[in-house]
């Protein structure tokens, strides 16, 4: 394992472990680097994907779904690649994401962050966004029907990503994509299926969860291995997009 990697290890504060399949040293083929699965063709967004995006991001921004809206500084629709090969979901904005209207910023953020480095992608080879567009009063639990005001939206950024995998990171994410009240701990450490597509989901803890539960960092580590492992290319995986 090369510097950079233990350095952002380090930075989980967990051990370092050998994954079954490392990143490719220099000189070696870039595709068998999951940072560079999402440059492959086959992850080509459609021509008119643009406007798809803009139109998309236009509705969230004028949205009154639900009470949310009248209490929002502005909407958090999501930031990234679009043709990333995974995708991260969590849950709601905090009040710095209601702020930058950008999901995952401050200390939870940079955790995240931390923690796609040391899989090997940068913040920007991967799309995130959150369950929710606005952030709910005093960072509480966003309600059912918000979830629900909120789906389609969500289900529309999915349907335009078309991630290889995805990452569902604390309860409430995993909980509605998964449809199931289950709590984190009997979900993780398997890979789910999200979707008619069956996109392959690991389910693992919010990184604001972490910060205050630094053992559960170790488990969260398990559940990156096992991440990376659906982003290793193969034909079949090209295939299917």
Request: glycine share 8%; charged share 25%; net charge positive.
């Amino acid at each position: 394992m090369r510097g950079p990697r233990r350095r952002y290890l380090a930075e989980l504060g967990i051990p370092v472990w050998s994954l079954r399949h490392p990143p490719a040293a220099a000189g070696e083929k870039a595709a068998e680097t999951p940072a560079n699965v999402a440059d492959t063709p086959a992850n080509a967004a459609p021509v008119d994907a643009d406007d798809a995006w803009s139109a998309l991001r236009r509705e969230v921004e004028a949205c009154t779904r639900c009470a949310l809206a009248r209490g929002r500084t502005q909407t958090v629709f999501g930031v990234g690649r679009r043709d990333a090969s995974l995708m991260v979901v969590g849950e709601a904005p905090g009040a710095e994401e209601d702020r930058q209207g950008e999901p995952f910023v401050g200390p939870a953020g940079q955790l995240l962050n931390a923690m796609l480095r040391a899989i090997g992608f940068a913040r920007g080879d991967v799309y995130i966004a959150n369950v929710l567009k606005c952030r709910p009063p005093h960072n509480r639990d966003p309600r059912p029907e918000e979830a629900v005001a909120c789906s389609a939206y969500l289900d529309r950024q999915i349907e335009l990503v078309r991630p290889r995998a995805m990452l569902a990171v604390g309860r409430i994410s995993a909980q509605w994509l998964l449809q199931t009240d289950r709590p984190v701990g009997r979900l993780r450490g398997v890979v789910h299926r999200y979707g008619e597509r069956g996109i392959p989901l690991v389910v693992t803890y919010h990184p604001a969860y972490l910060l205050r539960t630094p053992a559960a960092k170790a488990k969260s580590w398990q559940d990156l291995c096992m991440l990376v492992e659906l982003l290793v290319p193969n034909e079949t995986s090209r295939a299917d997009r």
